[in-house]
């Protein structure tokens, strides 16, 4: 279900200028989550025909769409709503966890997306922090070979917190997704709608480790970019 929308923004869609649209629910349960009233929302703020609307006013202003979560892909309208931005002739970014690779592999063949970015939580072997459903942790590693493969602009990216995830942890990262041209190293920010605040707690990812973390993962990347 649509959530909300973000007018206008300059980060969420990189290299466009872009209006974000937020869509509830997720299957994940990630402790930095700072939009974890998407999770189990089940009302929006909004309605599709309003986003469609909008967006016949803004045709020539902004570029495209990012659409984000909670995790975009549990929603059975996705594609039907992509089709409709399509029709448009905006371009379209998708964000997800990769938990559900048929409906990635869907829209990518449609030619339904321009680009997409994936959250890699953690190694493989320390996934079962963030996700309730061991057989997520398979969907995941289909997502990220289909994505690796799909053609199109695309980018992997973890939020960094140093009680959650070790150098070494994102050493064993760099290894698994070695075969990806784009990284992003996204520093953890506090806000009120954080998930696990007392695990995560208020203070900002440090400055040094996310530039350390960025030098162990360089040799892995083409690209690696630091979001703080």
Known sequence: MIYDLMPF?????????AATVFISGCNFACPYCHNSSLIT???GTITEDDILKYLDKREGLIDGVCIT???PTLWPGLLDFIVK???????????????????????LDDGLLDYIAMDIKAPIQKYGLFVNNSDDIAR???????????????????????????????????????AAKRYALQGYKYSE????????????????FLKKIK?????YFDEVLVRS
Do not use: Y
């Open 69 to 71: 979560g909670g995790e």
């Open 85 to 107: 931005i399509k029709a448009k002739r905006f371009k379209v970014k998708l964000d997800t966890n990769g938990a559900r690779p048929s409906v990635v592999t869907e829209l």
């Open 41 to 43: 929302s089940i009302k």
């Open 215 to 219: 030098d162990e993962v360089l040799p």
């Open 140 to 178: 995941v590693k289909e997502s990220v070979s289909i994505i690796m493969d799909c053609g199109i602009s695309n980018e992997f990216r973890t939020t960094v917190h140093e009680k959650l995830l070790s150098e070494d942890d994102f050493k064993e990262i760099g290894v698994w997704l070695s």
């Open 9 to 17: 923004s300059v980060a969420d869609f990189p290299g466009n200028v």
């Open 193 to 208: 709608g954080v998930l696990n605040k007392k695990l995560c707690g208020k203070s900002p990812c440090n400055i040094k």
